[in-house]
């Protein structure tokens, strides 16, 4: 029962190099999301997927890229890493998109861009 | 633009004693409201929610009181532990229309042996 597994924990990059974060659920949740959480701000939501084979911006998707590659995996890309990039990373689910649902997170990725 | 905010930025209370952390949120549309704790070094864990058609709501130890009036919702929690120890925040949702989960900035939350 490990609910939501993000994959790496940590991770530096150069600046212009590429890197993808994987997540995935276990708990056959319809909805996923990607976060970044940063210093003195609230979580801001990247990207979502409200349901397999969907994929939609959100807040702050500049820079990123998303695949919802089946109803367990959500991956997040970063084609060329910046600076501004630098922060902590959560993936999230639910059981459906659009409703007060409690999300389950994973613990997270720390990403470093240098 | 909308926002949900926290009063304190730091909360200190003595073990045993009963923590209440505060949220006020912006848009009186939003119909749910969730509490989050996050430890150090690990996701935001989902603690406990409430209908916008509710005042108050009691979990294990925790208490969320919302005052639509004033736009405002807190955190209770009873008998402080050590473990309590974390970053809390809330989220607000909004369904109707444009749908909205929005997270707070949070309140640390320091439990003093």
């Known amino acids: 029962n490990a609910g939501v597994t993000q994959t790496p924990k940590f991770q530096v990059l150069k600046t212009g190099q590429s890197m993808t974060l994987q997540c995935a659920q276990d708990m056959n949740h319809n909805s996923m999301y990607w976060y970044r959480q940063d210093p003195g701000m609230g979580l801001r939501l990247i990207y979502y997927?409200?349901?397999?084979?969907?994929?939609d911006k959100g807040e702050v998707p500049n820079g990123y890229n998303v695949s919802r590659l089946n109803k367990r995996e959500f991956s997040l890309r970063l084609e060329s890493a910046a600076p501004s990039q630098t922060s902590v990373y959560f993936c999230a689910s639910s059981e459906f998109y659009r409703g007060g649902y409690g999300y389950t997170f994973g613990s997270g990725t720390r990403l470093t861009v240098v | 633009g909308e926002s949900v905010g926290l009063h304190l930025p730091t909360l200190s209370v003595q073990e045993g004693d009963n923590s209440i952390i505060n949220c006020a949120y912006s848009n009186s549309a939003s119909d749910y409201f969730i509490w989050y704790k996050q430890e150090s070094g690990k996701g935001p864990q989902f603690i406990i929610d409430i209908r916008s058609n509710m005042d108050k709501r009691q979990g294990q130890r925790v208490t969320v009181l919302l005052n639509k009036t004033v736009k405002h919702l807190s955190l209770q929690i009873a008998a402080t532990q050590p473990g309590d120890s974390a970053v809390y925040f809330c989220a607000e949702v909004t369904t109707s229309g444009t749908y909205k989960y929005i997270f707070g900035t949070g309140t640390r939350l320091k439990v003093l042996a």
């Open positions: 997927s409200a349901s397999e084979g969907t994929t």
